[in-house]
C-alpha cells in the first residue's frame, strides 16, 4: 500500500479481507504505520469481474437512487512481476497523533506513566525530537473519534483537555494513573498547568468532543459532508470500531431458462389459460404433464403470465430463490458426477429415516456451491445483518465506499453443504402452542429493550411475527454445526449457515463451507451428511445440558442487569459459535425452544 509509483506495498493482506475486515474505512496497522484504507476510488486496479447477475440486480435497489449500472470486481491481486503494471490500495496514514514510547515518571503529580502526546508535524524521519534534542520512538495514540453515521478523524486534544476553544500549544501529555488501563485512569494534561481531564469523560460526557464534523479521510481530501451527530470515543483497535455489510448469494442454476423452454414446448396447451384451475385441467394431458415435471402450477403460470407480457408480481427474495432450487433437487443417483457451480441431490429417505427424524421433510447434499459476496458499505460502533430474507434494508445509514459508486468489491467462495428442510405443518403447529408463544412474549420483551436503547433499530422478521420459528431454527443451526465440526474436517468457524423461514414455501436449514479455492469441496460436509442423522441425535442430546446450568437456562431476555436482550437460554457455554460462521452476529438464539433444559418449560420442538 503505496502512493509513490513503483515503490514497495507496505503491507499485504488476502483478498477476501478487503470485504469482510479491512475494507475501505477501515483501521488497520500495517508493520510501520497505522493506517485508512481508502476508497474505492484509491484501488489502483481491480481483479477480475465477479458476474452474478441475481446479486448485481439486488444491490442497485440499496442505493438511493437505484443505480442504473453496477459491476462487481474482486479485490486487486498481488503482482509479483517488478515489469507488469503495479497494483495496490492507497492508505492513509492515520491517526496523526501519536505518544512517545519512553516513560517520563513525575512523583510531583502522582503519576506512574506519562507519555508526550505529538501531532505528526512535529516528527522527523518517524521520530520525535524534544526540547533536549533527544529523539523519542513515538506509535499512533489508540484514541479517535467518530459517529454512527462512519466519519472518523482525529480528536482535537487541545480543545478536548481544555474544555472548549482554547488558544494554547503547550506541550500535550498521556499520563496513566494506575495499572488497571482502565479509561478513568488515563488522564490527558497540558503544561500551562491549567487543564488536564480524564479519557473516561469522553464517554461519560460525549459532548465534550463536540458535533461531528462528517469527515470521510478514506475518500480524500475534500470529502466531508454534512452530518452534525454527537462524537464518540473510538478505540482504533477495538472491535466495534469496523463493520461491514455484505450482501451474499448462492449461485443457482437458471431455471428460469428451462422453465421457459418447457412452457415454449406446450404453449398450444397452456397459452389461453386465464388461472391456475385452467392449468391444472391442462396438465392433466400426459404430453404437457411430462414436459413441465419438476414445475409447480404457479410458476408455471407466472411464466405464462411473463409471456403474455402481464405482471407477474413481485420480484423473489434472495432466500425464496434459494430455497425453491434446493427443494427442487433430483434425487440421488449412483452414477451422478458433481459438476458446475451448483449440484444437488436430495439423499433418499429411507437412509436417514429415524424416529428423532419425523419432523424433518428432505435433506438435500449440496455437493458444488458458489457463494458470491460484495460489500455494500459499512458501519462503526453498531452492527448491521441482513434480515430473514437475506437483504439488506433500505435506506439504511451506511458509510460509503467511494465517492461514486459505480462498483463494488466482491468475492466468490467455492464449497459444498447439507440443507435440510423440515415439515411445514409440525413447525406452525408447534409455534401455536399457548406455552410456546408465551415464550415467544418473553423473547419479545428482550427485543423491546434491545430496541429502546436502538433508535430507528428494527428487524423485519421480529415485527412481522417470523421470530419464533426463526429463533427455533437459528438455534437448531448452531448446535448443528458444533456437533458436525467434530467430524468432518472443517473447523467450526468454517462452516456456515443460512436460515429459511418463509411461510408460502417452507422452512430449513443449510450448513455449508466456503473458501475461495478448491478447499471447500473437500467431501467432508457430505460424508457428514449421510449420517447426518446421527450428528442431529448429537447435537440434541448436547444442546439440553449448558456446563452454565441452570444460570444459562433461566436466563430472561429483558434482563437490564445482564443486558444479553437477543438471547434466551443462550450464551458460550453452548450456542454462540464464531461469528463468521452466523448470519446474525449470534443473536436470537434460544435453545429451549429446541431441546428440553433443566428449567422445563415443555417448549421444545424436538421431544
Keep these: 500500500m503505496s502512493k509513490k509509483p513503483g515503490a514497495r506495498p507496505h503491507g499485504q493482506i488476502r483478498q477476501s479481507q478487503l470485504i469482510t475486515s479491512f475494507g475501505p474505512g477501515s483501521m488497520m496497522d500495517l508493520p510501520n504505520h497505522s493506517v485508512l ?21 439486488k444491490l442497485k435497489q440499496l442505493f438511493d437512487p437505484p443505480l442504473q449500472v453496477l459491476k462487481l470486481f474482486s479485490p486487486p491481486p498481488d503482482n509479483d512481476d517488478p515489469t507488469a503494471p503495479q497494483t495496490g490500495i492507497t492508505a492513509w496514514q492515520f491517526p496523526e497523533w501519536f505518544i512517545t514510547q519512553d516513560v517520563d515518571r513525575d512523583a510531583s503529580f502522582g503519576v506512574v506513566r506519562a507519555r508526550m502526546l505529538v501531532h505528526r508535524k512535529r516528527l522527523t524521519k518517524g521520530k ?39 488558544e494554547c500549544r503547550r506541550q500535550l501529555w498521556i499520563e496513566e494513573r494506575g495499572t ?71 449461485s443457482l442454476p437458471d431455471r428460469n431458462v428451462e422453465l421457459r423452454e418447457a412452457v415454449e414446448l406446450v404453449w398450444d396447451f397452456i397459452g389461453e389459460a386465464e388461472d391456475v384451475g385452467e392449468l391444472k385441467y391442462e396438465r392433466k394431458k400426459a404430453k404437457v404433464n411430462a414436459a413441465l415435471d419438476g414445475y409447480d402450477n404457479e410458476e408455471v403460470f407466472a411464466e405464462v403470465k411473463m409471456r403474455r407480457g402481464q405482471s407477474a408480481g413481485p420480484p423473489k427474495t434472495i432466500k425464496q430463490a434459494e430455497m425453491e432450487t434446493l427443494i427442487a433437487s433430483k434425487d440421488e443417483l449412483g452414477d451422478d458426477k458433481p459438476d458446475g457451480n451448483f449440484f444437488a441431490r436430495t439423499l433418499p429417505k429411507e437412509v436417514w429415516d429415524k424416529p428423532w427424524m419425523r419432523s424433518i421433510e428432505r435433506i438435500v447434499l449440496v455437493h458444488r456451491l458458489r457463494e458470491v459476496m460484495a460489500q455494500v458499505g459499512f458501519t462503526r460502533f453498531e452492527a448491521v445483518s441482513p434480515d430473514i430474507d437475506g437483504e439488506l434494508e433500505m435506506g439504511v445509514r451506511r ?18 453443504g447439507i440443507f435440510i428442510q423440515f415439515k411445514k405443518e409440525e413447525v406452525e403447529n408447534w409455534a401455536t402452542r399457548p406455552e410456546v408463544q408465551a415464550r415467544g412474549i418473553r423473547l419479545l420483551g428482550g427485543y423491546e429493550a434491545w430496541k429502546a436503547e436502538r433508535s430507528g433499530a428494527t428487524k423485519k422478521f421480529v415485527e412481522e411475527g417470523g421470530l419464533l ?9 448452531h448446535m448443528l454445526i458444533t456437533s458436525v465440526s467434530l467430524e468432518c474436517g472443517y473447523p467450526a468457524s468454517s462452516i456456515r449457515e443460512r436460515i429459511y423461514t418463509i411461510p408460502d414455501i417452507g422452512y430449513g436449514v443449510l450448513l455449508y463451507t466456503g473458501t475461495s479455492d478448491a478447499e471447500g469441496t473437500l467431501g467432508g460436509l457430505i460424508q457428514v451428511g449421510r449420517r447426518i442423522h446421527e450428528h442431529i441425535r448429537g447435537a440434541l442430546e448436547m444442546g439440553e445440558l449448558c456446563s452454565n446450568d441452570p444460570v444459562c437456562a433461566q436466563h430472561e431476555p429483558a434482563n437490564q442487569h445482564e443486558r444479553r436482550f437477543l438471547h434466551g437460554a443462550a450464551c458460550h457455554g453452548c450456542l454462540l459459535i464464531s461469528e463468521t460462521s ?17 428449567d422445563n418449560l415443555g417448549i421444545e420442538f424436538f421431544s
Excluded at 524534544?130 to 472518523?152: E, L, M, T
Excluded at 458509510?399 to 459505480?406: C, Y
Design 37 to 57: 484504507v481508502g476508497g474505492l476510488d484509491f484501488w489502483s486496479a481491480s481483479g477480475d469481474e465477479v458476474v452474478e447477475p441475481r446479486l448485481v440486480e
Design 128 to 166: 520525535f525530537i524534544d526540547d533536549n534534542k533527544k529523539k523519542r520512538s513515538v506509535v499512533p495514540v489508540r484514541f479517535v473519534r467518530a459517529c454512527r453515521s462512519g466519519h472518523i478523524g482525529d480528536i482535537d486534544w487541545y480543545n478536548f483537555v481544555h474544555g472548549g476553544k482554547t
Design 180 to 250: 488497571s488501563g482502565d479509561l478513568a485512569e488515563v488522564y490527558v494534561r497540558c503544561e500551562c498547568g491549567n487543564a488536564e481531564r480524564s479519557m473516561a469523560l469522553a464517554i461519560e460526557q460525549p459532548e465534550t468532543m463536540l458535533r461531528c464534523d462528517g469527515s470521510r479521510p478514506w475518500l480524500g481530501a475534500y470529502a466531508n459532508e454534512k452530518c452534525g451527530e454527537p462524537n464518540r470515543l473510538l478505540i482504533r483497535t477495538a472491535s466495534n470500531a469496523y463493520f461491514t455489510q455484505l450482501m451474499s448469494v448462492i
Design 399 to 416: 458509510a460509503s465506499l467511494a465517492r461514486e459508486i459505480t462498483w463494488l468489491p466482491a468475492v466468490e467462495n467455492r464449497g459444498e
Design 469 to 477: 420459528p426463526y429463533v427455533l431454527f437459528h438455534s437448531f443451526a
Design 582 to 598: 452466523c448470519e446474525q452476529h449470534n443473536e436470537f438464539l434460544d435453545r429451549a425452544l429446541v431441546v428440553p433444559t433443566v
